[in-house]
């Protein structure tokens, strides 16, 4: 099994700390810096790396949280007064975004702006775009893009320090998609199947060569109904998949129906839509590290 180099090089020459992009108190009156706002702590942790120490970089939702429908406290309205930048995912995801800035001058810069959407293959939300982008290195890239640009645009006189750090992060997500690739390749063909509670895979199976099953396509609403669970048991039982997996921020009750009916096994545990407070994923390039070597060990068993 690959194993994964640690990146914390690049966290010491970004300043990635995770204090510095998940929810906090107001900075202190001496902090000057421009705040700039993500919606979740993914983008987060990647808008620190571009920015450094030159800006504030904060998240609204705190590890752990889900984020689909998320409802933003009083505090989080606060913080989002003052505010110079936000920062939101789109395609559908933050369902809550438009309530949390009606009433905030903020400009706000989405992220997946630019990527070609991949629609939910099945389910209630059949067709849509499925928000999940960031799960794949290669569109990251695009999302490392956005976040140089409105850097740069609110604070022009650091704007080479945005590009130049920007420019060493996609060098970076490119090296990691192709260690992605590189642990996945060792699934056996007939067990290339991903069996995941949420739809939440479809851009990283779509890289590294992967069949996609999911009980829900996005969010946990109508989760584990008795056709979605049947549906998943027989497709695991027809490939015979040895894993099935579940994500971090959701209720897995129904996909411990589907491995005990199905004779697989629950693998561990799969980050998606939140960074954990610290280990095992307290960046978002150790959450596509971890779930890459979460799934070629299940699959590969």
């Known amino acids: 099994m690959p194993k994964f180099p640690s990146i914390l ?20 009156p001496t902090d000057n810096r421009p705040v700039v706002l993500a919606t979740f702590t993914v983008i987060a942790d990647m808008a620190q790396v571009v920015a450094g120490d030159d800006l504030r970089v904060e998240s609204v939702t705190r590890p752990g949280a889900e984020i689909h429908d998320y409802e933003p406290s009083p505090q989080d309205l606060r913080r989002g007064q003052g505010a110079q930048l936000i920062l939101e995912n789109g395609l559908g995801l933050e369902t809550w975004f438009q309530r949390f800035t009606q009433d905030i001058d903020a400009p706000t810069v989405t992220l997946s702006e630019g990527v070609t959407p991949i629609p939910v293959a099945s389910g209630e939300y059949t067709g849509r775009d499925n928000p999940h982008a960031w799960m794949s290195p290669i569109v990251a890239q695009t999302y490392v893009k956005n976040i140089v640009t409105a850097f740069s645009t609110l604070d022009p006189q650091n704007a080479a320090g945005y590009r130049e750090r920007g420019e060493a992060y996609s060098r970076e997500l490119g090296s990691v998609a192709s260690e992605l690739s590189a642990a996945l390749e060792t699934i056996p063909e007939n067990r290339r199947f991903l069996a995941t509670c949420e739809g939440a895979f479809s851009y990283l199976a779509r890289d590294v060569g992967l069949d996609e099953g999911f009980l ?26 040895p ?6 921020t959701v209720n897995n009750s129904a996909q411990r129906q589907v491995a005990a009916d199905s004779g697989a096994q629950l693998g561990g545990l799969l980050y998606v839509d939140s960074l954990s407070d610290g280990p095992p994923v307290g960046s978002y390039l150790d959450l596509l590290r971890h779930d890459a070597q979460v799934i070629a060990e299940g699959l590969t068993r």
Do not use: K, Y
């Not at 829900?216 to 998949?241: A, C, D, F, K, M």
């Open 9 to 28: 090089a690049l966290a010491a020459v970004a300043g990635l700390t995770l204090a510095g992009c998940t929810s906090s108190p107001d900075p202190a």
């Open 216 to 241: 829900w396509g996005v969010n946990q609403e109508n989760e584990g109904t008795p056709q979605q669970i049947s549906g998943l048991i027989r497709e695991v039982r027809e490939r015979e998949v």
């Open 243 to 248: 894993t099935i997996f579940c994500e971090s």
